[in-house]
């Protein structure tokens, strides 16, 4: 059974070497922001955030594949009646929504209580039983029935109040650099195991709170879960060396944080290579698809370019954001009439750029599947030992090759909904 230290005022050794690194990473953080095509990062943002969500899930045992996740969105996000996701697709969805919950909400409140990750944590848990602190024992790894051969034994019920109470008391401070500051959290975090269940996810979307909160992914969401799952025992490995025993100044408390802190910012120097990969891949294919509706407009007499303000033009700019939509949902997003929305539709997907799949009985859902195939390649890509495929086979289970991934989407719409 392991009690950490308290994070407010104990004393903080980091090496230079972990801080400059930390800075630097911080710094391409915000470059993103002044890539060209800087227009684009909000849509990229929304569309990390899904990834985020797909890869937390993943690391707690939930697979589903991303076009299933969008219908299940549609359901969750726009209310919509949709059949042919998964409950595994549903839970993933729900994800999501908390995910979003945390850079928006508990980024802009002026502090974080205790009882708003609660409320966190039953948005995520539907199941009463998860819901508030832990009043058992709890254990990761070894048997369901006691802790004999556990990996790791979080505190007892009674100390989590007050590791808890003190955890949002550092959050609301500012004594350590944004990277520095949300590491330290999420190994915290993880290290009290303040849950029954659903530990995980609340964890990494603290990552992303602190992270907004200081201002530092304003607008892009990095995908670190995936670099975590990928060196997954790095990960471990990492979070075992931050549970240090002895004194906090001690040259083995200050190796074990660093470990930790290693672990942590080489996920997001590859997440934000991975974000700029993204920002490059939208880019180049909505210049696809501009170049597609200028092919089908001009062969049916029409001007090459929609108006910029009508709802062809709207809509294909919300397309990464949004892949799977139908015609009520676009009549809401983009507040004109069902005809309207309906043409706009029928538009792109005469055009090429959406594909049409029925969704429920009288509803047509029409699906953005390059956005999906970018989804897979990224996931590919992150889920190499040497974060390329070229170089290395994924060490998981991840969606088969984007081709592949459109073959079986194409099998899906000739068959109806599997």
Request: net charge negative.
């Amino acid at each position: 059974m392991y009690l950490p230290d308290r994070l407010v005022g104990r004393p903080s050794r980091i090496p230079q070497e972990t801080t400059v690194r930390a800075a630097k990473l911080e710094s391409a953080i915000r470059d993103l922001a002044d890539r060209e095509h800087a227009h684009l990062l909000e849509g990229v943002a929304r569309f990390l955030l899904r990834s985020e969500a797909v890869a937390s899930s993943k690391i707690e045992g939930l697979v589903a594949a991303p076009q299933k996740i969008a219908l299940a969105e549609m359901a969750e996000v726009h209310d919509e009646t949709v059949r042919g996701f998964t409950e595994t697709a549903r839970l993933i969805a729900s994800n999501i929504a908390v995910l979003r919950r945390a850079v928006s909400e508990l980024a802009t409140m002026p502090t974080v209580g205790v009882d708003d990750i609660l409320d966190l944590h039953r948005a995520l848990l539907l199941d009463s039983r998860h819901h508030g602190l832990r009043k058992v024992q709890n254990w990761i790894g070894g048997g369901d029935s006691n802790p004999l051969g556990a990996q790791f034994v979080p505190p007892p019920p009674e100390d989590v109040p007050e590791l808890m109470a003190d955890l949002v008391d550092y959050l609301n401070s500012a004594g350590d650099g944004p990277l520095v500051q949300a590491a330290i959290l999420h190994a915290q975090f993880e290290t009290i195991h303040p849950f029954t269940d659903g530990n995980g996810r609340i964890g990494r979307a603290l990552i992303h709170t602190v992270l907004a909160r200081r201002g530092l992914t304003s607008t892009a969401i990095l995908p670190i879960s995936l670099a975590l799952r990928t060196r997954q025992a790095e990960y471990v490995e990492g979070l075992t060396a931050y549970r240090y025993f002895g004194d906090a100044s001690s040259d083995v408390a200050v190796e074990g944080v660093d470990r930790w802190l290693r672990v942590f910012l080489e996920a997001g120097e590859i997440a934000v290579a991975q974000a700029d990969e993204l920002l490059h891949e939208l880019t180049e294919l909505q210049g696809r698809w501009r170049a597609r509706l200028e092919t089908y407009r001009t062969a049916h007499g029409l001007r090459p370019a929609p108006r910029s303000g009508s709802a062809v033009a709207r809509l294909l700019a919300t397309l990464p954001e949004t892949p799977a939509l139908t015609a009520r949902i676009v009549e809401r997003l983009l507040k004109v009439s069902h005809p309207a929305a309906r043409a706009a539709l029928e538009e792109l997907a005469e055009a090429g750029i959406l594909h049409r799949k029925q969704v429920e009985r009288g509803t047509t859902g029409y699906l953005a599947k390059d956005v999906f195939e970018v989804l897979t390649f990224a996931e590919r890509q992150l889920a190499s030992a040497d974060w390329d495929t070229r170089l290395s086979p994924p060490v998981r289970a991840v969606p088969g090759r984007p081709q592949q991934v459109i073959s079986n989407q194409a099998a899906t719409l000739r068959n109806g909904l599997d």
